[in-house]
């Protein structure tokens, strides 16, 4: 049984430029959230997709947006992007929209430079 | 408004000894409270959960940690240290009224095991 996958594992942008990154969740989940973990923070809660619709967000600007697909996988879109931007991007899916326990993905890392 | 706060950074035992990882929270409702721990270069890894049943939560790999409404505690124990446990421990709240996956992180503690 595959877990969480995220793709891909790094990147590297120039600032300005625009980036996704994908989720999949662990088989038999339909809910995805997604975090940023600043180098020595704890992640932060970006948004939750839920039944294709981003059901939460927390405190992140519009330049972060997402998408969740029919098959409950996601995506997370940054655009303009800033230096402040690099960190650890972690996905995390559950069942029935947040009730269950959240599994992580092992994270995208992306650099801003 | 919920949060927690992890009340040591970095925690360092001698293998075999006991481990203590201190956390406070603040929630507004009932909170769900995790302990979650971080290898390099791995995903974050479920240890335990409280959700309203027994205050003290048996978690994998031996830790456990106890529920304190009165003190707003949270704290993560293992009796004897293993050196597989050294990595980065959150402690996270959550509450029923914004849904179990708005996770609220601590800053994290950073364990270290001396051999």
């Known amino acids: 049984d595959a877990g969480v996958t995220q793709s891909p594992t790094h990147l590297i942008k120039t600032r300005g430029q625009q980036v996704t990154l994908r989720c999949s969740p662990k088989?038999?989940?339909?809910?995805v959230s997604w975090y940023q973990q600043a180098l020595g923070q704890g992640p932060q809660f970006i948004f939750q997709?839920?039944?294709?619709?981003?059901?939460q967000r927390g405190n992140f600007p519009d330049r972060f947006s997402g998408h969740q697909f029919p098959n409950y996988s996601s995506e997370l879109n940054v655009n303009a992007l800033l230096l402040g931007d690099s960190a650890l991007y972690l996905c995390?899916?559950?069942f029935g929209g947040g009730s269950g326990s959240a599994f992580f993905g092992q994270g995208t890392r992306l650099t801003v430079v | 408004a919920q949060s927690v706060t992890q009340l040591d950074s970095h925690v360092s035992v001698s293998e075999g000894t006991p481990v203590l990882l201190r956390c406070n929270y603040s929630?507004?409702?009932?909170?769900?409270l995790f302990w979650y721990v971080q290898h390099p270069n791995k995903g974050l890894q479920l240890l335990l959960k409280?959700?309203?049943?027994?205050?003290l939560v048996k978690g994998i790999n031996g830790f456990e940690a106890e529920f304190k409404k009165s003190e707003t505690s949270f704290h993560l124990t293992k009796p004897s240290a293993h050196m597989s446990d050294a990595a980065e421990y959150f402690c996270?709240?959550?509450?029923?009224?914004?849904?179990?996956?708005?996770?609220?992180f601590g800053t994290g503690t950073r364990l270290t095991i001396i051999p």
């Open positions: 409280y959700t309203s049943a027994a205050t």
């Open positions: 929630s507004s409702y009932s909170p769900s």
């Open positions: 995390a899916s559950s």
């Open positions: 088989s038999g989940h339909d809910t």
């Open positions: 996270v709240v959550s509450d029923k009224r914004t849904g179990a996956n708005n996770l609220f």
């Open positions: 997709y839920y039944e294709e619709e981003e059901r």
